[in-house]
């Protein structure tokens, strides 16, 4: 379909086309290029006048003799859309700039940009000053853009820094860059920090299966590929010799090359090469349209070729190959795999039940295929394996493993370093797993689940139970987790119950040997009850890192403990019968009774285990008014045996117990800020709300916590909300909270619309002003703020104003109240810290746009980094934009809840809530067809509610085994009346 014609005047930009009509196609929301003015039309009329996001398809070679060209994206406009080149080429394009900085075919591009398909050829030439690519100069803010089988043949040339044939930088090294299936052949000449694939990369880029057979002048130093570090996924090559492997130039004509880049067989080729005479590609080209490259005479199962034999490499088929002795579906001759052997769920993930299955899934990572799921259907022994998964660091594991509660004992013995059941993850997520067994090795840099992470990623439920023995000396750092890791590597729920013997060994500990990202790193409600037997260590981790609830226990330790500051975030528990007492599950379970994040069946269990195929843990006897342990207090997996006392609460609301506050008054509210403000209020309190809180009629609130003494604890807003609340603060830093700091959990709040918050300085927001550093967590979770929020000065946000440190939690948060502010600020937060991660967040109002830095509509974050999933808002690209519409009808709602019919963390009473809230007294949202309704037709699974609970017979998992309580998940329940129902725990 034809869009509506633009009139585009090319005066002394076509000088052969002046005053042609242009009139670019359009199928299927895709603009349709074919010829020199599409590309220039998509360029100079579709991305330059804002549609960055726009998406294109080449539908033939193109040939840009003559014509003037202007990149595609820019500052004012970056590309973040998919461009296809389906295979074809731009033939013969100038970019001639020696004045302008981020120039290429694409000038600037951001987060989420695609570029697959496409060939720039060698009569192509690139030049500017700076930031110069002959695919991409530039790109501009976080997340991630990726080239997918994109070639340059073109010269590339920059006065000054950067200039690459593939990407020039990536500025800030804030954007990851993803090459998969790239090459570059054109001459590189800049005048500093050059390479052929990137002069920048951005933190966790990947290369993966790509070459250079180029010439670069401007190296820096062996840095012939690419500057910063990378991911690097099967094999890369490089002309030099610096950064990849060597490329003879006579295998790059022959045939030979691309033969070897597709793994030496010819079945499933990526690359591909026209070999005849009349019309033979120079080099590797990964475009199918090209004839597939097969090896000709006497070869081995692996395909090359036979001793005292030669090859002769064509575009036919006249082999003869030996076929592969599979056993368990690995060639016992050369180690090739099976590929048939077996064959991923319907969801993608392997399922492996047997010590053949993960060894198979072992091969497999280890030769490339290293962003594959798997997941555990029982416990294994792989004592007869000595195969590690991602055994070296060029495949890395880059999926995620789910134990799902089973258990893997290993029994490796090896001299060399980096023994793990894992080698190397990058970005991966190992969760529900126990790994038992052994290590023995003379070298060091072992670990009991892995031994390496190069860019964080996620291990939750999970448990190391392994006995390493090390005779390496020196700082062979080992750990009962994890040797080293860098990166925002994230540990939940997570033990080590095993042994370290080392005792030669320096720079070991219980958790991570070292932790090269310090505070970028999260370990959460996790333990350690280890014998370590090290020259010097510590026994949770070497450099301090973010610790919330974590804890250790001495084994009869022998070493001297190298960190002190590190391992000092951690509680120490001198009583060792707390390891089965069912004391420590209490304590990991964030001092829950019942809670359900670790278990122990007490009298069986050695320790908690963070599975539910263990039992519950209650407090039992006697308990104080907070809920807490006393002399009288025992542990039991029964409910229901627990005494606790009642508060006893003053005028103000304060236990003169406990200490804690149960607010039912804004006067309430005000004297605890006012008591906050002296410093008389102790770190850890835990505030809640026992109704909605109106604040009519109460003066000189500015919010709860000083610079001095910011608020620290646990406030639940029992989903209430605060109600008619005006702040006028003629310093800023002003919101609900002032100033909070890590070690901080606010919850189950909502401050309406009714309020409004105005900080004249600048710092300000709806729920906190300030978050002051101190190394440690904090954490939103079921928030929203509706109040309108003003402040003269920079930094103003629905959320957070200000963090200027610890780590940031949003989990179920959402804005709607107007933000103003005079600068750098935004929907959620002006200012977040390194690595904050945001979870089922939204916004939905609007932000002074004179107020917003750039593109951070959504939320300003240092370097970039930010970790956000499922987030959305309605003006702005940061995030996944939505709709008013979206918002008003259900389908934001729906989204929030991860797509799935009568979510349950946000709700909507249609017609009655204009946006999503997080009141459970509201309705849930179903899809019917394409419409969001309250209700829908029943699956046959509910939600749990009191009521089915209460009126259990008996309570069944799926698989039939009888439990003591509502786990999370399916339940099978039978009613005192004799009825059965399917009932879901999320």
Not at 159 to 179: D, E, K, P, Q, R
Not at 785 to 808: D, F, M, R, Y
Not at 834 to 845: C, F, I, T
Not at 864 to 874: D, Q, S, V, Y
Request: charged share 15%; hydrophobic share 35%; net charge negative.
């Amino acid at each position: 379909m034809k869009k509506k014609s633009l009139l585009l005047f090319m005066t002394g930009l076509l000088s052969w086309t002046a005053g042609t009509v242009f009139a670019i196609s359009e199928k299927d929301g895709v603009y349709q290029i074919g010829t020199p003015q599409d590309l220039v039309e998509f360029s100079t009329n579709i991305v330059a006048s804002g549609n960055g996001r726009a998406a294109a398809v080449l539908t033939s070679d193109i040939d840009m003799s003559g014509v003037g060209y202007t990149p595609i994206g820019s500052m004012t406009s970056t590309y973040s859309g998919t461009f296809d080149g389906q295979q074809h080429y731009i033939r013969n394009l100038t970019v001639n700039t020696p004045d302008a900085d981020k120039v290429g075919l694409f000038g600037v591009v951001s987060d989420g940009a695609t570029i697959k398909n496409l060939i720039l050829d060698e009569g192509s030439s690139i030049t500017g000053h700076s930031f110069v690519g002959g695919i991409v100069g530039s790109t501009e803010g976080g997340g991630s853009i990726t080239l997918e089988n994109v070639g340059n043949e073109a010269s590339v040339s920059a006065s000054a820094a950067n200039a690459a044939g593939l990407v020039g930088v990536s500025m800030g090294g804030s954007c990851a860059i993803n090459i998969i299936h790239c090459f570059n052949t054109g001459m590189v000449n800049g005048g500093y920090e050059s390479a052929s694939f990137c002069g920048w990369l951005g933190g966790g880029s990947v290369i993966q299966d790509s070459y250079s057979y180029a010439d670069i002048v401007g190296q820096d130093g062996n840095n012939s590929l690419y500057r910063n570090g990378a991911t690097i996924k099967g094999a890369v090559y490089d002309k030099k010799a610096m950064q990849g492997k060597m490329i003879e130039e006579e295998d790059l004509y022959s045939g030979a090359f691309a033969y070897l880049l597709n793994g030496n067989q010819s079945d499933s080729p990526v690359w591909f090469q026209d070999l005849s005479e009349s019309s033979s590609d120079a080099h590797p080209v990964p475009f199918s349209s090209h004839p597939t490259v097969y090896a000709n005479g006497q070869l081995n199962c692996d395909g090359t070729a036979k001793q005292g034999t030669s090859v002769v490499y064509g575009n036919t088929n006249a082999s003869l190959r030996d076929p592969h002795q599979f056993v368990d579906g690995i060639c016992s001759v050369c180690g090739t795999l099976d590929e048939h052997f077996m064959t991923a769920a319907a969801d993608g993930y392997y399922e492996i039940g047997t010590p053949a299955e993960l060894a198979w899934f072992a091969a497999k990572v280890n030769k490339g295929d290293n962003t594959v799921n798997g997941r555990l259907t029982a416990d294994i022994d792989y004592t007869a394996k000595n195969v590690s998964i991602a055994a070296d660091r060029a495949n890395s594991f880059h999926g995620t493993f789910d134990g799902q509660q089973h258990k893997i004992s290993i029994a490796f013995k090896t001299t060399t370093d980096n023994t793990a059941l894992f080698g190397y993850l990058d970005a991966a997520t190992i969760r529900n797993l126990l790994v038992d067994g052994s290590i023995e090795t003379t070298g060091g840099f072992a670990g009991g689940i892995f031994s390496v992470s190069v860019n964080g990623g996620l291990l939750e439920n999970v448990v190391s139970a392994v006995n390493i023995k090390s005779t390496a000396a020196g700082d062979a750092t080992m750990g009962g987790i994890a040797s080293n890791s860098a990166g925002a590597l994230q540990l939940r729920n997570v033990a080590f119950v095993g042994s370290i013997d080392a005792p030669a060994s320096e720079g070991s500990a219980g958790l991570i040997g070292y932790t090269h990202a310090g505070e970028e790193i999260l370990m959460q409600n996790s333990f350690v009850a280890a014998k370590m037997n090290i020259a010097k260590g510590a026994f949770m981790n070497r450099k301090a890192v973010v610790m919330d609830n974590c804890y250790y226990i001495p084994m009869d330790n022998s070493f001297e403990n190298q960190d002190p500051g590190a391992d000092s975030r951690a509680t120490v528990i001198a009583d060792g019968k707390s390891l089965a007492d069912g004391a420590l599950c209490y304590l990991l379970n964030g001092s829950v009774s019942g809670g359900d994040l670790w278990f122990e069946t007490l009298g069986t269990d050695r320790f908690p285990v963070p599975f539910a195929t263990s039992e519950t843990v209650y407090l039992a006897g006697h308990l104080n008014c907070a809920g807490k342990v006393t002399s009288e207090t025992t542990y039991s997996n029964e409910d229901g045996l627990a005494a606790v006392d009642e508060h006893q609460l003053n005028e103000n609301g304060e236990c003169t117990v406990c200490g804690n506050r149960v607010i039912s008054t804004g006067a309430q509210l005000l004297s605890l800020q006012n008591d906050l403000a002296i410093g008389v209020v102790p770190e850890g309190v835990t505030v809640e709300l026992k109704n909605d809180i109106d604040m009519s009629g109460v003066a000189g609130y500015v919010g709860l916590g000083t610079r001095d003494y910011p608020f620290k604890g646990i406030f639940d807003g029992k989903n209430h909300r605060v109600r008619n609340m005006s702040i006028e603060a003629s310093e800023g830093n002003a919101g609900f909270f002032g100033f909070v700091t890590g070690g901080t959990k606010v919850k189950n709040l909502t401050v309406d619309a009714s309020c409004d918050v105005y900080g004249e300085k600048g710092w300000t927001a709806g729920i906190i002003g300030v978050v002051v550093n101190n190394g440690g967590l904090v954490e939103l979770e079921n928030v929203g703020n509706e109040a309108s929020v003003t402040a003269e000065g920079p930094n103003a946000a629905g959320i957070i104003g200000v963090a200027e440190g610890c780590l940031i939690h949003l989990t179920n948060v959402y804005n709607t109240g107007t933000v103003t502010g005079a600068k750098e600020s935004a929907a959620i937060s002006g200012w977040l810290s390194r690595n904050a991660v945001l979870k089922n967040v939204y916004n939905a109002g609007d932000v002074t746009v004179s107020g917003v830095d750039g593109n951070n509509t959504f939320a300003r974050v240092q370097d970039g980094r930010i970790t956000m999933t499922n987030c959305f808002e309605t003006n702005g690209s940061q995030a996944t934009t939505v709709t008013a519409e979206q918002v008003r009808n259900g389908e934001l709602c729906y989204l929030l809840n991860g797509s799935a019919d009568k979510g349950r963390n946000f709700f909507q009473t249609l017609d009655e809530d204009m946006h999503p809230v997080l009141d459970p007294t509201h309705k849930t949202i179903s899809k019917e067809g394409s419409k969001y309704v309250n209700e829908a037709a029943s699956t046959g699974i509910e939600y749990v509610t009191p009521e089915v609970s209460a009126h259990a017979a008996g309570i069944y998992t799926l698989s039939g085994s009888k439990t003591s309580q509502l786990r999370r998940g399916i339940n099978i329940v039978r009613t005192q009346d004799g009825k059965v129902r399917k009932v879901l725990v999320k």
